[in-house]
């Protein structure tokens, strides 16, 4: 190690040090702290070039080392002064993994950078994020490693940001080497994103997974693998979804098509849960870094909104450490209820999605039943959607999938048919349902709408089902719960027919459920619908 490295080391053992002593009152966990300035000597002198010219040109390398405490920082940043002259700027990590006991948290160190235009909030420095899943990255002008954004390497002061995820008890100590090569930059290409309509069929049911993971964060697959599992599953969209960065909106160059529809978007990945940006015009990153008690988030979903796309919350009862969603329901434009294979954390947010409802449909008198402005009045609702969550091989893109009915193959069509709860949502391409309801004075209202009678008017609520297993069951659940339970043909397809009223039942939705795995326990989705809501007609008694 070198004279410098060792005095950036001992700087920054020092900061540790102070941090520790102090107990960390100086910063809150969901706020920064900003380690000893790693510097440079200006990069065209070459005496101190540790490699000489090599192959990859004149270079300089610095190493970092210290220990984190207990209770760190959500984010702590290492500045770098990169000097003119600089075409490349690259970093590897390591950090230590001591064995702790049972039920105790270890090391996980995340990481990410900001280039001189800083690290505030907004992410107007933004240059790259990879979290946990790697341990070297570059960017330059004409490149990146997936997870960063290719660009020029201007001086000033850049930083990299450490996440402590977890901390083991005795601390988590870490080493940074920061290399900036040195040189002429390359030609920078102009990015090329995905376009906004696909060629489609008209008026028509579409079927996408709006969550997936490329090697442009911790998938392992890359955009073009992405693509082919999607067409694959019988898709027509997808949304790029990764975690806390947008690197990937210009990595789907030739992939898109006539048959697929390619969004672009980010999986916001907060301490307090994870919630997908769905739909946003390309190249808008939001940031990820505030916790439920800054009362932050409404600022970055109104970012997400003014950019085009959709908030939904994602996984909302995960069970992993900060995936469970704790910044509440008010800003969502729909929930995502149904995350990859059936499991239990998905029944918990099947019931909390349905307890909505029901509380959505107390006073269902209102003048514009669409309405997702929370301030706008009762009757909001939020659709239910399901998405893969697919990250590497075996997880299946396209399970569950939304089966979006929109006007057109389109950006603006599939988030207005997702919008609107026109939608349903299908563990494979192979079962399609309808569903709807009708009052016989010619009222008919499908998934996501409304018939509006009498209080005593008869309504007859109809489900169509083909490509089921054979040892599928329909449940049509309102929101007094379930009301009748019936099972398929063994072929897999049938009609459900059941009649109720508006005064009996607000609002009907369906499920197809699997045979349980656990006796007295519900089965697995095979599929499930949003509801048709049945609205009380005014001056209709009930």
Not at 103 to 123: K, M, P, Y
Not at 249 to 257: K, N, P, V, Y
Not at 258 to 279: K, P, S
Not at 308 to 326: D, M, Q
């Amino acid at each position: 190690m070198s004279a410098k490295s060792e005095s950036v080391t001992a700087m920054n053992s020092a900061v540790n040090s102070v941090v520790n002593r102090r107990g960390l009152l100086a910063a809150t966990a969901a706020t920064g702290l900003t380690l000893a300035t790693v510097s440079f000597a200006r990069a065209e002198d070459r005496s101190e070039d540790r490699s000489g010219p090599g192959p990859d040109g004149p270079h300089r390398t610095r190493t970092v080392r210290g220990t984190l405490p207990v209770g760190s920082p959500d984010y702590v940043y290492l500045p770098v002064e990169v000097p003119r002259g600089v075409a490349e700027f690259a970093v590897s990590y390591t950090y230590g993994k001591p064995p702790v006991p049972p039920g105790v948290q270890g090391n996980a160190l995340d990481i990410g950078l900001f280039d001189e235009r800083g690290t505030a909030l907004g992410g107007r420095g933004f240059r790259g994020w990879s979290g946990g899943a790697r341990t070297s990255f570059f960017v330059r002008a004409d490149a990146a490693t997936p997870g960063y954004l290719p660009g020029p390497v201007r001086p000033g002061t850049w930083h990299i940001a450490l996440a402590p995820y977890t901390v083991a008890p005795e601390g988590l100590p870490y080493e940074v080497t920061i290399t900036l090569r040195c040189g002429e930059p390359a030609p920078a290409p102009a990015p090329v994103y995905p376009p906004e309509r696909a060629k489609g069929r008209g008026r028509a049911w579409y079927r996408g997974d709006c969550h997936v993971h490329s090697v442009h964060s911790d998938g392992r697959r890359t955009p073009a693998e992405v693509a082919a599992a999607a067409r694959a599953a019988g898709l027509d969209f997808i949304n790029s979804s990764e975690h806390n960065t947008t690197s990937a909106h210009a990595a789907w160059e030739g992939l898109w098509g006539d048959d697929l529809l390619i969004l672009t978007g980010e999986e916001i990945t907060t301490r307090n849960g994870h919630v997908l940006a769905v739909g946003t015009d390309p190249g808008v990153f939001v940031d990820w870094r505030y916790r439920a008690r800054e009362n932050r988030f409404g600022r970055y979903a109104h970012q997400v909104r003014r950019a085009g796309g959709l908030v939904v919350p994602a996984h909302p009862h995960a069970t992993c450490i900060g995936c469970n969603w704790k910044f509440g329901l008010a800003e969502a434009d729909a929930v995502e209820v149904w995350n990859g294979p059936w499991t239990p954390d998905d029944e918990i947010a099947l019931a909390e999605w349905d307890n909505a409802l029901v509380a959505s449909v107390q006073n269902t008198d209102i003048r514009n039943p669409d309405v997702r402005n929370p301030d706008d009045g009762p009757g909001r609702w939020l659709p239910a959607t399901g998405n893969s969550d697919a990250h590497r091989e075996p997880d299946r893109v396209g399970h569950p999938q939304t089966v979006v009915l929109a006007e057109s193959l389109s950006r603006r069509a599939i988030l207005a048919g997702i919008r609107t709860g026109r939608s349903y949502l299908a563990e494979s391409a192979a079962l399609t349902l309808s569903f709807g309801a009708t009052d016989g004075r010619g009222g008919h209202a499908g998934i996501g709408e409304r018939l509006r009678a009498a209080a005593d008017a008869p309504v007859t609520v109809r489900l169509e089902v083909s490509g089921a297993a054979a040892d599928c069951t329909v449940r049509l659940v309102t929101d007094q719960g379930v009301l009748l339970t019936t099972p398929l043909p063994a072929a897999g397809t049938g009609v459900v027919e059941w009649r109720t009223t508006p005064a009996h039942a607000a609002y009907v939705r369906a499920e197809v459920r699997h045979a349980p795995a656990v006796p007295g326990l519900p089965g697995a989705f095979a599929a499930l619908t949003n509801p048709v809501f049945l609205d009380t007609a005014a001056g209709t008694g009930g």
